[in-house]
């Protein structure tokens, strides 16, 4: 598959907080940057119009390319262009094979269940994918 790049929102977590404080990062973004649009606004700043322009939310990703236990999360959107406002991260990947996983319930449990699906069914079970990170 083609490379492709993110524009996010990132923050570092270790692996023992990350059920736990991913939420409430996710809580934080919408109430900072997400609240006026989402109630039908138009976009009063440069993050509100990033966010709107390339759907930041649509994906939740970890990079896991850090050391200690730590790995990134991106609270992202596929970046379509224009302006990166000061806090905003542009993250390319790669071209690579990738796999997406649709997550449809309510968050943060559905994400919490899928992930732990991905990693011990689907993933031990799959010889035509492994991680490419650190994990």
Same mark, same amino acid.
């Given at each position: 598959m083609l490379g492709f790049k993110v524009i996010d929102f990132q923050k570092e977590f270790t692996r023992e907080e990350a059920y736990r404080e991913i939420p409430k990062y996710w809580d934080e973004i919408y109430k900072k940057y997400a609240t006026n649009v989402y109630a039908g606004n138009p976009p009063a700043n440069p993050w509100e119009k990033a966010?709107?322009?390339n759907s930041i939310g649509e994906y939740g990703i970890c990079v896991d390319d850090m050391e200690n236990g730590k790995f990134r999360y991106l609270i992202a959107g596929?970046?379509?262009?224009?302006?990166?406002?000061e806090g905003m991260v542009?993250?390319?990947?790669?071209e690579s094979e990738w796999?997406?996983?649709d997550c449809v319930r309510p @968050?943060?449990?559905a994400l919490q269940s899928l *992930?732990?699906? @991905?990693?011990?069914?689907?993933?031990?079970? *799959?010889?035509?994918y492994e991680i490419g990170g650190k994990c």
């Open positions: 966010l709107i322009d596929k970046y379509g262009g224009g302006q990166v406002p542009l993250y390319e990947f790669p796999a997406m996983f @968050i943060p449990e *992930n732990e699906r @991905i990693f011990k069914e689907w993933l031990p079970g *799959n010889s035509d």
